[in-house]
């Protein structure tokens, strides 16, 4: 039987598209004494994009952090398209959120977004001339392939964002994991990442971002996962995103009105 290079790569050719690119199951992490997340189930579906939202200090980094195996959960797992996360890490692409990578590493815009073709290159890899193309490409898909040779400490903060979202790009993933996407960011990044993100979910990719501005979560994302330490509620949009789902995510910490002026859905 022929090996076809999809199946080299751990991807079945017709893979189930019932089966979630991301299950979380039971997960439960701590820093300290308290957990951060508390036996939190999410179920991601294929080809969406999902808002995470909470307050502030609820677990949303540590449930992605948690989720891709960067730190160990005290209990529970991740199933990514229904296999071990290990098997399948690779199809994940991860941008973090900005405020935690050290901008002063002297590095250059082009050699962070070759950075998402190390699997391919391997520890000894050589960058070869289409390696550098498709880096290029990616570049290019968010607006910055003038600033290839840059530092990458000296760019705003939107276009370092732009970058690592080329990085996340150049890996080919199915699933895009984003952490606060849009913090800190002017709002002509905000537009180019939106439009590369709803391409992305185009492609039949999926996406799921933490998301702080609850002003657009409906005109940007399809399903929203409410969080504080818990799952508060999951589930599309329309029916998830209300005002009964914000008050017990947030507690008082939402003024109603705040939650007055959001397009919610009824109920
Ligand atoms: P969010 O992303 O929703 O703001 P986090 O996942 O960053 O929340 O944090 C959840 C909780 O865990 C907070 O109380 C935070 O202070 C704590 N926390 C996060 N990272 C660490 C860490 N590296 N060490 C200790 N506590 C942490
Ligand atoms: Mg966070």
């Not at 797992?77 to 098997?87: P, R, Y």
């Not at 589930?235 to 209300?242: I, K």
């Not at 947030?250 to 959001?262: E, H, N, V």
Request: hydrophobic letters at 45%.
């Amino acid at each position: 039987m022929a090996m076809t290079l999809a199946s080299l790569d751990g991807r079945s050719q017709a893979e189930d598209p019932t089966i979630s690119p991301l299950a979380v199951r039971g997960l439960t992490v701590s820093y300290g004494e308290k957990p951060a997340v508390f036996s939190v189930d999410m179920t991601l579906s294929k080809g969406r994009m999902t808002a995470i939202v909470g307050p502030n200090g609820a677990g949303k980094s540590t449930l992605l952090k948690a989720a891709l195996g960067i730190i160990s959960p005290l209990a529970g797992q991740a199933l990514v398209h229904g296999k071990s996360l290990k098997s399948q890490r690779h199809r994940i692409a991860y941008v973090p959120q900005r405020a935690s990578v050290d901008w002063d590493f002297p590095t250059r815009v082009i050699d962070v977004v070759l950075m998402g073709l190390q699997r391919e290159l391997g520890l000894l890899g050589r960058v070869r001339a289409h390696h550098r193309e498709r880096a290029l490409a990616c570049l290019d898909r968010v607006g910055m392939q003038d600033f290839a040779d840059r530092q990458i400490g000296q760019l705003s903060g939107g276009q370092q964002q732009r970058v690592f979202l080329a990085r996340a790009l150049s890996q080919n993933a199915d699933l895009y994991m984003l952490d606060e996407p849009f913090a800190g960011v002017d709002a002509a990044t905000e537009r180019a990442i939106i439009a590369v993100l709803k391409s992305l979910r185009e492609e039949g990719k999926t996406v799921v971002a933490v998301h702080h501005d609850l002003a657009t979560v409906t005109e940007y994302f399809d399903d929203i996962f409410l969080i504080n330490t818990r799952k508060v509620a999951e589930g599309p949009v329309e029916t998830t995103f209300t005002a009964e789902n914000l008050n017990k995510t947030y507690g008082g910490r939402l003024a109603m009105a705040q939650i007055d002026q959001l397009e919610l859905a009824a109920g």
